[in-house]
């Protein structure tokens, strides 16, 4: 195995988890299907497609993984067609970029930046996956293979359906990378298929997963509650925190003895770790039955895959395969069906217990927090109307 092949194979080894994110939780093990709901593989693409709307950080990563076993099963024979695609490489064709770039700004005023770069790899046309004229119009490539052997390498057929799909300007899932990322790779790819001229990219790709995307999943997958149960939470911490007070501050006015002051401090803590833990997205209730209620999308897909036995594996597959359309789900029919429930309705709705223990041990540490906080606010404020000499106003 090459160097560059090892390091893409080991790119993921030895990273520790972001801080606050408990190693059973990790990147490698939610990608390697070792979480239970709703920390799994499939929540996090989930996630990734309604919430976050980067699904395509995660389809491409999770292509180019199985794209990389399949290329090391090749014959070695094969693998002669598709030469590894070097460092040295990659920066002769960062350079040619960068010089491409410098003579754009040479230009006069009224020349377009595609007609300066027409007839290269760099062209619009080229990123666009347009062919040349007189070229094959399934290549995405511009400019023509510079030897025959590209068109035999192993997977170029699938290697120009990433291309049409994460690569090229305005793909169906285009990739947020940058133009000289975007121009580099093309020219890796004219040359060869091997999994190396990915390494650039897919190095970026990978960071933004581990680093960005997957925290943020987990800090979601927190919230036990959808946004109306949220709320109303926090209302009813409001309400209560609220009404302790004005409890204590009653009897504070009142003529009966002191101690009867702390009756209000019932109401303040649980009011008050109401609202504490439902800023975290979490509801009390909810977690001490260690349940969470069922995303808007699991509440039809569910029912549809109760019809259909293996359903909801038939939603995986879609959601990872590189070649479906683009990452749109607007016109889905839960979308509707959701819009439509009442307030009451949602706020209520069904739910399902939390599997994965690490999840429940994040919630249970919130919920302990809250209390402990709230025990502390209670008691000063209690401590407070306590103090207060008795006088007996009404």
Request: aromatic share 8%; with cysteine; net charge neutral.
């Amino acid at each position: 195995m090459s160097e560059t092949t090892e390091s893409i194979h080991s790119s993921k080894l030895q990273v520790a988890s972001p801080p606050g994110i408990p190693e059973q939780l990790s990147f490698d093990r939610v990608i390697n299907n070792g979480t239970c709901p709703p920390c799994t593989l499939r929540d996090f693409m989930d996630y990734l497609l309604y919430i976050e709307h980067a699904a395509e950080h995660l389809q491409f990563f999770m292509w180019f993984r199985g794209y990389v076993k399949k290329f090391e099963f090749l014959p070695r024979s094969d693998k002669a067609l598709s030469p590894e695609w070097t460092h040295q490489n990659q920066k002769d064709a960062l350079d040619e970029w960068k010089k491409l770039q410098a003579n754009i700004q040479k230009q006069i005023p009224n020349t377009t930046v595609n007609e300066v770069l027409k007839g290269t790899m760099f062209s619009k046309e080229s990123s666009a996956g347009v062919p040349c004229a007189g070229f094959d119009s399934g290549n995405p490539f511009a400019t023509p293979p510079t030897s025959s052997h590209v068109t035999i390498q192993p997977f170029r057929k699938e290697i120009e359906h990433i291309i049409q799909t994460y690569i090229a300007e305005e793909s169906p899932r285009e990739l947020n990378i940058s133009s000289g990322q975007r121009k580099t790779l093309l020219k890796a790819l004219e040359a060869t298929t091997h999994p190396s001229a990915f390494s650039r990219v897919i190095s970026d790709v990978e960071s933004v997963l581990r680093n960005q995307l997957h925290p943020n999943f987990i800090r979601w997958t927190i919230c036990n509650g959808n946004r109306p149960r949220v709320m109303f939470a926090r209302g009813l911490g409001i309400t209560l925190t609220l009404a302790g007070v004005s409890i204590e501050l009653l009897l504070t006015l009142s003529d009966v003895g002191r101690g009867y002051r702390a009756l209000g401090a019932i109401a303040l803590v649980i009011g008050t770790a109401t609202l504490i833990a439902a800023a975290k997205g979490m509801c009390v209730v909810l977690h001490g039955m260690h349940h969470r209620h069922l995303r808007p999308w699991e509440l039809f897909t569910d029912a549809e895959a109760d019809k259909d036995p293996g359903g909801g594996a038939y939603s995986m597959r879609e959601s990872v395969d590189s070649v479906q359309s683009a990452n749109s789900y607007e016109d889905a029919p839960w979308v509707v069906s959701y819009q439509k429930r009442n307030i009451v309705r949602k706020i209520f709705d069904r739910e399902i217990r939390v599997q994965e223990p690490a999840l429940k041990q994040i919630q249970d540490m919130i919920f302990v927090q809250s209390m402990l906080i709230a025990f502390a606010v209670s008691l000063l404020i209690t401590a407070i109307f306590v103090a207060v000499p008795k006088h007996g106003y009404i």
